[in-house]
């Protein structure tokens, strides 16, 4: 049987990968699986274009988007852009890392000059590197906890909730500690303790 050519989902993989790019393009140093997807859901909530070539599920870490793993790990357009190194062993959170390549730092330029082009490209892009200014720092823990927090509905299948929510104290501390978060958010952090 002759299998048949559907532009559409050759656009939606493209966009998908352009926006893992933009994300791992964005950070200067290796990425987690998890920032990633996480950061990706979080765009994905706040530009409502990304809904069209993405979806999320509620899954044991969290938000999870099949389309973001299959992307990163068997990409069709953005060959050679990103390294991926599996999770080491008994390494439960991050999903393993990315690293842009020098391919992808090319391919990365190239994208966001066409974007920087672009009103509503543009404002996409301002987007993905806010997000990656706002969470680069946070470790595996503090991306989970804000993230649990923020939209409550993803803690139903979670593997991690209660790891992480016994932790709630000095991970929220810490983030204030280091001004990633103000006293507002630190107060609501710590009024929902388990």
């Known amino acids: 049987m002759k299998e048949e050519f559907h532009p559409e989902v050759d656009l939606k993989q493209k966009s998908r990968e352009n926006l893992v790019l933009l994300i791992i393009g964005s950070s200067h140093h290796r990425l987690s699986m998890l920032h990633l997807e996480k950061e990706a ?21 969290g938000p999870f988007s099949k389309e973001v793993q299959e992307s990163v790990t068997a990409p069709m ?15 439960r959170l991050s999903g393993g890392y990315v690293s842009i390549s020098p391919e992808g730092e090319k391919e990365y330029r190239r994208l966001v000059k066409r974007m920087e082009e672009d009103p ?8 993905v590197r806010m997000v990656r ?6 470790s595996v823990e503090e991306l989970l906890l804000l993230v649990y927090d923020t939209y409550p509905e993803y803690i139903d299948r979670s593997d991690v909730y209660k790891d992480i929510a016994k932790k709630r104290r000095p991970i929220s501390l810490g983030l204030y500690d280091r001004g990633l978060i103000d006293r507002r958010r630190l107060e609501s952090l710590l009024s929902k303790g388990d």
């Open 77 to 91: 357009y953005c060959l050679g852009c990103w390294n991926y190194s599996s999770p080491t062993r008994g390494e």
């Open 133 to 138: 200014q706002m969470y680069d720092g946070l």
């Open 41 to 61: 859901f979080l765009l994905w909530n706040f530009h409502p274009g990304i809904k069209d070539f993405i979806k999320f599920i509620k899954h044991y870490r």
């Open 120 to 127: 509503d490209l543009r404002q996409l892009l301002s987007a």
